[in-house]
């Protein structure tokens, strides 16, 4: 379980660490591990999102791709049974961002060791809330599985501090309210509060909504552990670029 965490740290030394986010199946399906294994090259976390229908935290981009992976057919089984079936040896720790609905479709009985076979080291769900995620992250802490948790500007801070200790893996900073795909302005007052947010949490602390470009990474270095590339990533794959120079370009000198 302490992967995820010894991963940012391990990365920390050298600036932020980056986790990167990707659609699975996304922009084809027969494609996916060879991007999958370009971003987990060149990142130090990958975050691989799978496609729901009607999700509550994407913006448009995130949005578009996850519709074009449903249409090809693209669910959380077959990206257990792809992962499972790649040989592994991604160099970056993989987690799976799924909102809850695909998870009690799978089953939470059979998901954590479906998800230990793939190779999965943590889970992040955005529509389970701290008050309901007991079974979830019992059943995923007895395969050696973090879940990771959300904290947002607007929580209060008795709130943050209960978040942070329950989080495995890293605490999930968001940098605004709203939904992804936004550029992040990150005024004074979201980087105090991301500095008392890292100050207070037990594992790494990773911001994310909006990060977008270098300066942005540069300006979050003090203040966090690492940050959270989503939409960007997804529309550099979307017109073909190349994802890991892309991401090795967000890479900034230490805080």
């Known amino acids: 379980m302490n992967r995820i965490a010894d991963a940012i740290r391990q990365a920390r030394s050298d600036g932020p660490a980056i986790v990167a986010y990707l659609t699975a199946g996304y922009p084809r399906r027969d494609a996916f591990l060879a991007t999958l294994r370009a971003v987990a090259a060149a990142a130090d976390v990958v975050e691989i999102g799978v496609p729901f229908s009607d999700p509550m935290a994407d913006g448009l981009t995130i949005q578009r791709s996850s519709r074009i992976a449903l249409e090809q057919g693209v669910t959380l089984a077959w990206l257990l049974e792809t992962l499972?079936?790649?040989?592994?040896?991604?160099?970056?720790?993989?987690?799976?961002?799924?909102?809850?609905?695909?998870?009690?479709?799978?089953?939470?009985?059979?998901?954590?060791?479906?998800?230990?076979?793939?190779?999965?080291?943590?889970?992040?769900?955005?529509?389970?809330?701290?008050?309901?995620?007991?079974?979830?992250?019992?059943?995923?802490?007895?395969?050696?599985?973090?879940?990771?948790?959300?904290?947002?500007?607007?929580?209060?801070?008795?709130?943050?501090?209960?978040?942070?200790?329950?989080?495995?893996?890293?605490?999930?900073?968001?940098?605004?309210?709203?939904?992804?795909?936004?550029?992040?302005?990150?005024?004074?007052?979201?980087?105090?509060?991301?500095?008392?947010?890292?100050?207070?949490?037990?594992?790494?602390?990773?911001?994310?909504?909006?990060?977008?470009?270098?300066?942005?990474?540069?300006?979050?270095?003090?203040?966090?552990?690492?940050?959270?590339?989503g939409s960007a990533l997804v529309e550099v794959i979307e017109r073909g670029e190349d994802p890991g120079a892309f991401l090795r370009g967000l890479r900034v000198s230490p805080g």
């Open 84 to 229: 499972s079936g790649s040989g592994g040896g991604f160099k970056a720790p993989l987690l799976l961002m799924s909102y809850l609905n695909p998870l009690l479709a799978f089953g939470l009985d059979a998901l954590p060791a479906a998800a230990r076979r793939a190779g999965i080291a943590g889970f992040i769900v955005p529509d389970l809330p701290l008050e309901e995620c007991d079974d979830l992250k019992g059943a995923l802490a007895h395969e050696g599985i973090a879940l990771v948790q959300f904290v947002a500007p607007t929580t209060p801070a008795a709130r943050a501090a209960r978040l942070c200790a329950a989080s495995g893996g890293f605490v999930y900073a968001l940098t605004m309210n709203g939904v992804t795909g936004k550029d992040a302005a990150l005024p004074e007052a979201t980087l105090a509060w991301l500095a008392g947010l890292r100050a207070m949490s037990p594992v790494p602390v990773c911001a994310g909504f909006g990060i977008r470009k270098a300066g942005q990474v540069a300006r979050l270095a003090s203040q966090v552990d690492g940050v959270i590339v």
